[in-house]
């Protein structure tokens, strides 16, 4: 990974988990607009925009069973970063630290797309997050969410547990198009 995309990841990686505490409130001062099941966030300084949602539903599976497990916020989310060059940065969070050097799976209505767990440097800072390994497939992943109705994101916790997220696609074009015309560059 070069220097500046860990850059960006790091910036990025502290703003959503900032939007973690946010996301749950709903008086939140950043949150301005919400459209079905995404909510748009706006920082000013550095200028950072993002749409974000929950999932409708969670699976999490211990060889095989259905078991529950304490997560923390499970999000997906794009981002706008007009300082950095980024004009659409997917990230997901799966709310525990992802398996070394495991693999996230992405399916977007019969669309499958990988997502790099973590980072390179395996730190703890970067361990609850996956991300697309470029910016062409960024745009890919965004092009096929403006499409889909429906997002499944499969990862693998460091205590082995299978995980499975589904996100309602219902107001991301919206909440995109918000977002870009909040963070123009």
């Known amino acids: 990974m070069n220097s500046i995309f860990k850059q960006i990841v790091y910036t990025i990686a502290l703003l959503a988990l900032a939007v973690s505490a946010v996301a749950a ?3 939140s001062k950043n949150r301005v607009a919400e459209f079905t099941n995404w909510s748009v966030f ?15 539903k969670q699976e999490n ?4 069973r259905l ?18 060059g980024i004009g659409g940065q997917v990230g997901f969070t799966g709310g525990y630290p992802f398996e070394s050097g495991s693999t996230v799976n992405l399916n977007i209505d019969g669309t499958a797309f990988q997502l790099t767990a973590g980072s390179e440097d395996n730190s703890l ?8 390994k470029n910016a062409e497939e960024d745009a890919k992943i965004i092009d096929a969410l403006k499409r889909g109705n429906r997002a499944e ?3 693998k916790s460091t205590r082995g547990t299978n995980t499975i997220d589904t996100f309602s696609l219902i107001g991301f074009t919206a909440a995109l198009e ?7 560059s």
């Open 25 to 27: 409130q709903a008086t």
């Open 42 to 56: 706006v920082e000013n300084n550095p200028m950072i925009c993002w749409s974000v949602s929950a999932p409708t």
């Open 61 to 64: 599976r211990q060889k095989g």
């Open 67 to 84: 078991v529950q497990v304490k997560r923390s916020a499970t999000q997906l989310m794009v981002s706008v970063v007009p300082s950095k």
């Open 125 to 132: 800072k970067h361990a609850e997050w996956a991300w697309p």
């Open 153 to 155: 994101i499969r990862g």
């Open 178 to 184: 918000e977002v870009r015309s909040k963070c123009k």
